[in-house]
């Protein structure tokens, strides 16, 4: 059974800093593109940034340019999520998605047939 984990999640204060994290298991995504995506209350789930399988190729939404970093460690199976000057906008549920091996970066949920649970971010200001 393939799962991805999420974790990291928290409260913070506008201006600082998270870590979000997702682990693999059940099956290898180092040959997968890997996302994380983002849902707010009432809101679409929205893409927030991919990396490639091989971490040549790195997308980002337009709203976290120069804030959010996206890397991965295939050996150890995970996608890892750096955001810093985090904003009361960027509070949602965070979750990582992973496609079929060698598929490029897409920005549609429909592009991704593996999901993790979430992890919740707030930002209060």
């Known amino acids: 059974q393939v799962q991805l984990v999420e974790s990291g999640g928290g409260l913070v204060q506008a201006g600082g800093s998270l870590r979000l994290s997702c682990a693999a298991s059940g099956r290898t995504f180092s040959s997968s593109s890997l996302a994380w995506f983002r849902q707010a209350p009432g809101k679409e789930r929205e893409f927030v940034a991919g990396?490639?399988?091989?971490?040549?190729?790195?997308r980002y939404a337009d709203s976290v340019k120069g804030r959010f970093t996206i890397s991965r460690d295939s050996a150890k199976n995970t996608v890892y999520l750096q955001m810093n000057s985090l904003k009361p906008e960027d509070t949602a549920v965070y979750y990582c998605?992973?496609?079929?091996?060698?598929?490029?970066?897409?920005?549609?949920?429909?592009?991704?047939?593996?999901w993790g649970q979430g992890t919740q971010v707030t930002v209060s200001s």
């Open positions: 998605a992973g496609r079929d091996p060698y598929n490029s970066i897409v920005v549609v949920t429909t592009g991704y047939p593996y």
């Open positions: 990396i490639s399988w091989n971490g040549y190729t790195i």
